[in-house]
């Protein structure tokens, strides 16, 4: 029997593909979900970027329907990269419509990812309680 992340990296990992021109639609597609845009830079210099896009669709399932995931177009990325926080590739950012909630650069152990996910979301929350109306 394989490990889960085993089974996960010999499927095909479809992930959308966004660019200047729909980032934004992607975001805003899914009010009620959190957007995390993976931008794996440059596969030579970057090879964990294919680490990050198998991990990134278990992220989402581990949030079971929180998050919604798609890939930053290559050609675009270093022009997105300030918007959304992103210093290092590859990373994930995380994004609601209108603003970015922060970003989480470089492979990561699974339990970096929860926490700082977590850390983002909770963060989130309290900004949306602090903009709903009294």
């Known amino acids: 029997m394989s490990a889960p992340l085993t089974r996960a990296a010999a499927r095909p990992i479809v992930l959308p593909i966004v660019d200047e021109a729909n980032v934004d639609d992607f975001i ?10 993976l931008f794996r ?43 959304f926080g992103v210093k290092v590739c590859p990373a994930i950012a995380l994004a609601r419509p209108g603003r970015s909630l922060g970003a989480i650069s470089k492979i990561q152990d699974w339990s970096v990812y ?3 996910i977590n850390v ?12 709903q109306p009294a």
């Open 28 to 37: 805003a597609a899914a009010p009620d979900q959190i957007s995390v845009l």
């Open 41 to 83: 830079g440059d596969p030579v210099r970057f090879p964990d970027g294919d680490d990050i896009a198998v991990v990134l669709p278990q992220l989402i399932a581990a949030f079971s329907g929180r998050l919604v995931g798609a890939e930053i177009a290559a050609d675009v990325e270093p022009a997105l990269m300030p918007r």
């Open 114 to 116: 929860l926490a700082r």
């Open 120 to 131: 983002l979301l909770a963060a989130d929350a309290r900004v949306l309680e602090q903009e």
